[in-house]
């Protein structure tokens, strides 16, 4: 008798419990479970990637039962293929199209106006980068296919227009007369005119055909103020008079403002800005070099429904005001990666105040080397979920134990290059100390100090420098101890999606296999691990079966035998980095075509013994590989991109 089948209902249920990525799986079981894995509930906001290529036909028609979904389509062209691909859209999924962006395309006028007629449910248009469309400044010109470009872009409300080299006031203008209710607007790499026009000798003027002004975005932002409320000028060179004057356009409540790389920006500029903007939840100051403290301080006492900042690369601002940061009940997203002013004191000292204090949910200091302890700021922001300490060189094994007591909720984290990170400290031990070489280090210390930069004469020993110092390894004994204390390990972090070691060079097998095992890690890198082997990779192989991203480059200790072992259980793995890896052979290419159908990108550069001919029967049975780096492979040079 044979068992009933279950209802798609009762599937669905059940599947509504699994991660994602455990869901794609489990909907490749049977037709059942995949016709329950399409369930409305987890089909939100779903994108669809793919190339102009032949193979995109038969899957754009299995699209057509979509109610609504969003597409990026690259590599388009003026070619047949792209053309057939097109129409397919057309005709199978049309006015419920909500997305679409072209990246990587050269496709002309005529291509592009074929299909956007059609697509009346069109909500977000990415043409960032298509300079073909621009180029000739005719884009648009003629009237009736303005007015069918207008009736389909009734609703469109993001439009993405950054590193459009050949954008002018006149195809900008027929674009955006389209529209009418624009939410967000990317202007992000555009050469603007903000002052002075080049081409003229003369302060800007409206409706030049070879460059955009400020005139003419203020005329659009003037006339769609009352919905804007996100706007990306990074990479611009917008001055101070500008910004200010496009923050007191009336009715202009941002909620989003992007000013990355906007190097012509003041403090008094930023402080301008937060005055008239306060509504702001978004913030990128990113790399806006002229910067100061002043501006932290602005942000701090304007910008009260903050979310999100991005102070990254803003290397003349010290630790000033950041604990007043702290004090945004909103903020949950900080950004200081590169101030190398910022040590963490203040932020420890702001969110120790017993106020109202912000519930940081991500967090980056990468490159901060002043840094040195983390163990009070892990221990005051229990929120984080997403923590960066990549390059912050002074970071300890205490560090390291703060974070597994502390941080149980976080699902990124990113050690990388922190060369004082040891097994000891993955493990949550303290490393015992050797009376004997403490006394010895005493006696030493006791003779004149040099410098660093002092030569070694012969007859004077040079400095110790610590990342020099091996740190004691593992033995079985404190296995045995580890064990019955386990719980202060990084291995307590069971939710943990994201982990970066790379460049933690005091690593060994025993951490790895004690440690790495989180059922749901997606992506890990291990890169630059000297002491990492093939049991190590086992291992890590087998504890975190979810893995789609794996960095193995530059662990020379690596061979075919490691990876025999691993790819097996890696079935869902879509990158690979495997260079400066001596030990791999064409072997491990054979390994990856039986068992990493899914795979993406692979980086096989340097690996000696790997042959161009196993490279090329790599490339015809992936089906998904989309680009393989594998310079100086065989002997010679080649770099490859799909």
Not at 185 to 206: K, S, T
Not at 468 to 478: A, F, G
Not at 568 to 590: E, F, K, N
């Amino acid at each position: 008798m044979e068992t009933p089948a279950l209802p798609h209902e009762v599937i669905s249920h059940i599947l509504s419990f699994l991660h994602p990525s455990d869901r794609k799986e489990a909907s490749l079981v049977c037709r059942s479970w995949y016709e329950a894995s399409q369930d409305h509930r987890f089909q939100k906001n779903v994108t669809f990637r793919f190339p102009a290529c032949a193979s995109s036909l038969g899957f754009v028609c299995g699209l057509a039962r979509r109610h609504q979904c969003s597409l990026i389509i690259s590599h388009v062209d003026d070619s047949n293929l792209s053309r057939k691909v097109l129409e397919e859209v057309q005709v199978h999924l049309g006015g419920r199209i909500v997305g679409l962006a072209l990246p990587r395309s050269s496709m002309m006028e005529s291509t592009l106006l074929k299909l956007l007629p059609c697509l009346t449910g069109l909500q977000r248009l990415h043409l960032n980068g298509l300079d073909s469309l621009f180029m000739s400044g005719a884009f648009l010109s003629r009237e009736e296919h303005r007015q069918q470009v207008h009736t389909a872009l009734k609703n469109l409300e993001d439009l993405d227009l950054s590193d459009l080299r050949y954008l002018s006031d006149l195809t900008f203008n027929r674009l955006t007369g389209c529209t009418v209710r624009l939410h967000r607007l990317a202007l992000a790499g555009c050469h603007i005119a903000f002052e002075f026009d080049p081409y003229l000798g003369r302060a800007v003027g409206p409706g030049s055909s070879a460059m955009l002004s400020l005139r003419n975005l203020l005329r659009l932002v003037q006339d769609q103020s009352s919905t804007l409320r996100s706007l990306d000028l990074s990479r611009t060179s917008i001055t101070p008079e500008s910004l200010r004057a496009l923050v007191l356009v009336p009715g202009l409540h941002l909620e989003e403002l992007s000013l990355s790389s906007c190097k012509k920006l003041t403090d008094y500029s930023i402080e301008q800005l937060c005055r008239h903007q306060r509504g702001l939840h978004t913030l990128d100051l990113s790399g806006c070099t002229e910067l100061t403290s002043r501006s932290v301080l602005a942000v701090a006492a304007e910008l009260k429904q903050l979310q999100s900042l991005s102070l990254s690369r803003v290397w003349r601002m010290t630790e000033k005001g950041l604990a007043d940061l702290t004090a945004l009940p909103a903020l949950s997203s900080l950004d200081l990666a590169e101030c190398v002013n910022v040590s963490g004191a203040e932020l420890v000292k702001g969110l120790s105040s017993p106020q109202h204090r912000a519930q940081l949910e991500k967090l980056s200091l990468r490159s901060c080397a002043f840094v040195q302890d983390v163990c009070s700021l892990a221990q005051l922001s229990s929120s984080l979920k997403e923590l960066d300490l990549i390059s912050c060189v002074l970071l300890t094994d205490r560090s390291v134990r703060a974070i597994a007591s502390y941080l149980p909720g976080l699902q990124v984290l990113r050690l990388g290059s922190c060369k004082l990170i040891t097994d000891w400290g993955l493990l949550g031990m303290e490393e015992p100390s050797d009376d004997k070489q403490l006394n010895k280090c005493a006696e030493e210390d006791k003779g004149p100090c040099f410098t660093r930069t002092f030569g070694n004469m012969g007859f004077f020993q040079p400095p110790r420098m610590p990342f020099d110092e091996k740190p004691r390894l593992v033995t079985d004994e404190d296995l045995g101890a580890f064990k019955e204390q386990e719980g202060a390990s990084l291995r307590v972090i069971r939710g943990l999606q994201e982990l970066d070691l790379s460049g933690c060079s005091n690593l060994t097998d025993v951490s790895m296999m004690q440690v790495l095992q989180f059922p749901v890690l997606q992506r890990l890198s291990l890169a630059m691990l000297p002491e990492i082997s093939d049991k190590g990779v086992a291992s890590v192989a087998l504890h975190c079966p979810c893995l789609t991203s794996l960095a193995l480059s530059g662990c020379s200790r690596l061979t075919d035998a490691g990876l025999a072992r691993a790819l097996p259980r890696l079935h869902r793995l879509q990158h690979l980095q495997l260079a400066y890896c001596d030990g791999i052979t064409d072997r491990s290419l054979s390994l990856l075509v039986q068992h990493c159908k899914r795979l993406r990108t692979l980086d096989i550069s340097m690996c000696r013994d790997i042959t161009v001919t196993k490279v090329d029967f790599l490339q015809s049975h992936l089906p998904f590989l989309e680009s393989v780096q594998y310079r100086f492979v065989g002997g010679a040079e080649f770099n490859l991109a799909l």
